[in-house]
């Protein structure tokens, strides 16, 4: 404890400092040094000598707004939100495109070795870049929020230093459909503040219940669909198990490479949903089942084999319960393919599913599914290693 007193400069709120970014973290903010103390700034690149207010202090780091750029990057562009900065949506607007998918390849390789313990990055391929880095967004959720200085409503995303709503009239990386029902929400505002107001722009032949989930991305969903074939169609299995399946977009997609499928979902709606979806594709080699992953996978590996089945995990961000992770350990299926959009909690669950030799990790894909944000796409694709796994 005391080499860290010793370390910390005795910054306080307020103050000025001149700093050198010398690397930025997955989510987006720049890392600078003062002696060995970390401080966290945003909006920044590589390199970068910035002047920078303290904003908060803590015992091992602090935390810092950007003032002025005093030695700008060459990869730094103009936004083109005029929000950028304020709105909390974004963090890389003021990066180039290709820095901002070199920099997200970095950030996976880092993590997967801090956080998953993988020695070596050569598993982790280029990000798949987006055609379309602007105006891809098809959800967003805005919020309203009484704004007692103006005696009005601030419509818009909460703000990226508080809780507070930036008041906007477009977002850009919203598809132009969504800027339109903005507009629309704007021109008939809600009633009072604090209300969520999620617009979307449906998905072509499918049907998807209001609060279940679907990729964000239209422009990019072919390669992720793509990404996963091959990683299914590689490993060889007969049988997918589809845990937390959704209205069962991937079991849909996959279901002319194996035998038979099954989906499983806590969601009742999304359940009944993926039914129909199934049968508008006539995908008749399948089912989908309601109910926890934990409780299900045991029955499933038991029909299908073990050895002859793969199983797709897509959960939230927040990653796979222990239980769930156990359970593939302990029924070892042929393959595990692994979608996340958060590379920290899926190198910590990949970790625990090759820890002992279970399984190995063959090849990490990320796509960036989320341009000019701190968020990305990553598919896994997980082989057992342990002998006795088939049977």
């Known amino acids: 404890m005391s080499d860290v007193i010793e370390q910390n400069p005795k910054l306080s709120i307020g103050e000025r400092r001149t700093v050198t970014i010398d690397d930025v973290g997955f989510g987006g903010e720049g890392v600078a040094r003062i002696g060995d103390f970390v401080v966290f700034v945003p909006f920044v690149l590589v390199d970068e000598e910035v002047e920078v207010e303290i904003t908060e202090v803590k015992k091992r780091f602090a935390r810092a707004r950007l003032l002025r750029i005093l030695r700008a990057s060459p990869h730094r562009v103009t ?3 005029p929000y950028f900065g304020d709105c909390g949506g974004c963090q890389y607007q003021h990066i180039d495109y290709a820095t901002q998918l070199q920099l997200k390849h970095k ?7 801090r956080v998953g313990g993988f020695a070596a990055a050569e598993s982790i391929v280029p990000v798949i870049p987006c055609p379309q880095p602007y105006g891809y967004r098809n959800r967003i959720m805005i919020r309203s929020q009484w704004d007692k200085f103006k005696q009005g409503l601030n419509i818009g995303f909460i703000r990226a230093d508080n809780r507070l709503v930036v008041d906007i009239q477009e977002c850009k990386i919203a598809e132009p459909a969504l800027n339109e029902q903005i507009r629309h929400v704007r ?4 009633p009072k503040g604090g ?3 999620v617009l979307r722009v449906a998905p072509e032949g ?3 219940p209001k609060d279940s989930f679907f990729q964000n991305n239209f422009f990019l969903l072919p390669e992720l669909v793509n990404t996963v074939r091959e990683f299914l169609r590689a490993g060889g299995a007969r049988f997918l ?3 937390y399946c959704g209205v069962g977009f991937f079991s849909v997609e996959l279901a002319d490479l194996v035998e038979r499928y099954a989906g499983v979902e806590l969601d009742q709606l999304a359940i009944q949903a993926a039914r129909r979806n199934a049968a508008a594709r006539d995908r008749r080699n399948g089912e989908f089942l309601a109910g926890r992953t934990e409780a299900l996978l045991p029955g499933l590996l038991d029909r299908f084999s073990p050895g002859a089945t793969a199983v797709l995990l897509d959960p939230p961000r927040t990653g796979c ?6 359970l593939l350990r302990s029924t070892r299926p042929r393959q595990v393919i692994y979608v996340s959009c958060h590379p920290a909690t899926m190198a910590r669950d990949l970790n625990i599913l090759c820890g002992g030799d279970v399984f190995e990790l063959v090849k990490v894909t990320p796509l960036d599914m989320f341009p000019q944000t701190g968020h990305v796409e990553c598919v896994a694709n997980l082989r057992l290693k342990s002998p006795g796994g088939s049977r």
């Open 321 to 326: 319960p222990a239980e769930s992770l156990e």
């Open 79 to 81: 936004p083109l939100c």
């Open 195 to 197: 209300i969520k107001v």
């Open 206 to 208: 499918w049907e998807v």
């Open 107 to 113: 950030q996976i390789c880092d993590l997967f070795q």
């Open 241 to 243: 198990v589809d845990a």
């Open 187 to 190: 021109a008939h505002p809600p």
